[in-house]
């Protein structure tokens, strides 16, 4: 299983970036999908998530109304819109995929991208 983020890089405040993940070596359409990040000293934070079949998403209070998040399980892909970008958004942002199967939970992770909110 493989998960690949991309998209990451450095934006101005106000500014927008699209995160995408393509995921590889799994069900895709079987998967819920989440987008965490980790600021430096900080703890993983969960930011969105979307159910398998896309009709479901949430999202951490501080992300709602500048985030979305989307998936096309045509292409294995889950994305990330950020708007209105805030420099307490800077983080590396991951990518992960989940889903039980006979009882078992199973979790992978991307790599992470940078994700960089500066003047």
């Known amino acids: 299983v493989q998960l690949v983020e991309s998209g990451g890089g450095l934006v101005q405040p106000g500014g927008s970036l699209r995160l995408s993940c393509v995921a590889s070596g799994l069900t895709f359409s079987r998967y819920a999908m989440k987008w965490y990040r980790q600021a430096p000293g900080k703890e993983r934070e969960l930011v969105a998530v979307i159910n398998s079949a896309g009709g479901s998403v949430n999202y951490v209070d501080s992300t709602k109304g500048r985030f979305t998040i989307s998936r096309d399980n045509a292409k294995n892909t889950v994305y990330l819109q950020m708007n209105s970008l805030k420099p307490e958004d800077t983080a590396v942002y991951y990518c992960?995929?989940?889903?039980?199967?006979?009882?078992?939970?199973?979790?992978?992770w991307g790599q992470g991208t940078q994700v960089t909110v500066s003047s």
């Open positions: 992960n995929a989940q889903t039980a199967y006979s009882g078992t939970l199973l979790n992978y």
